[in-house]
């Protein structure tokens, strides 16, 4: 068991069984994709609203990893998430997919989130899930209390072959007080459960998964703006594109999907979370939790072949 920080037990609490299922639902807060400046569905009221009020519907917490250069150039991301259930951690300082966890990138998030929200963060998220060894040192130097990064999956596009990582929380051995809480994936097969992939393979795909493989006890599933309503950057693209046509899929039945996903796994005993709520969960109880050693992230990653995008 992990020991957590005396204040930050009187502080926060405990809020949930750790024996039932458990959901948290989380949101890289980030430019659009393929841009570098562009927040076309942040700043649309009327679009943002369709996402706001159906937070508001579900009565879901979130969790949102935000780029921390956002909180510096007056994007009204306090504002615009005021009626969300939400709290706020970190998803890099630039979200430079070639630097997602660099001593520099790390420090100037931390200090732009202390800026802006007048706390230090306590999650952290790097872009592309691109986390390494070196970046779990700062994390667990810089007294971050958990990392939300790893995919526990085979994700070729990506860079990376984590099937031999643990899919529950777990330790890492050299950094004691960092836990790593990975995303989702379907039981023994390893597809990842978010919202993309929901969409790319619909809700009734998931259901016969989960029906064959078993269900996890704790997932994480991951969003993007971009997935609750494709903005201009991807429709720009090509037609010949796979990545829109990825991305587009479903792009016009996205909130009946999600509603019907969470009805899904509310029916299935899942209660939603936070991120925050979990970790204290996790550390507070006697909750097995394994301790893997960190080079493990190491053995199996392939560099050469990581896409950038």
Known sequence: ???????FVRREGVSFDMAHRIACFTLDLEPDLYSKDSHEILL??????????????NQLKLTT???????ETGLPVREKFSNIDTEFELHSYSHNAREPDTEEEI??????YLNYFGRSPRGYRAPNGDISCAGLEVLHREGFLYD???FPSWRPELGFNYRHLPT?????AEFPRLVEIPFAVVPTIRIVVSFSFLKLFGL????????????????VFDSHLHDFIPPESIRRLPRSDWRRSALMRNGNNTFYLLQGFIGF?????????????????????KHDVPVIPVNGLRESAYQEQRVYI
């Open 1 to 7: 068991m992990v020991k957590l920080p005396d204040d």
């Open 265 to 285: 796994l509310r029916s299935k005993g899942f209660s939603f979370v936070s991120m925050n709520d979990l970790y204290r969960s996790l550390v507070g109880s």
């Open 107 to 112: 420090l100037r998030a931390k200090e732009a």
């Open 168 to 172: 529950k929380p777990w330790i890492y």
């Open 44 to 57: 649309d009221s009327d679009r943002f609203g369709q996402i706001e009020a159906f937070f508001a519907r």
């Open 204 to 219: 009734s795909f998931y259901r016969i998964m989960f029906s064959m493989f078993g269900l996890p006890e704790i997932l």
């Open 148 to 150: 939300a990064s790893v």
């Open 65 to 71: 990893f935000v780029v921390a250069r956002m909180l």
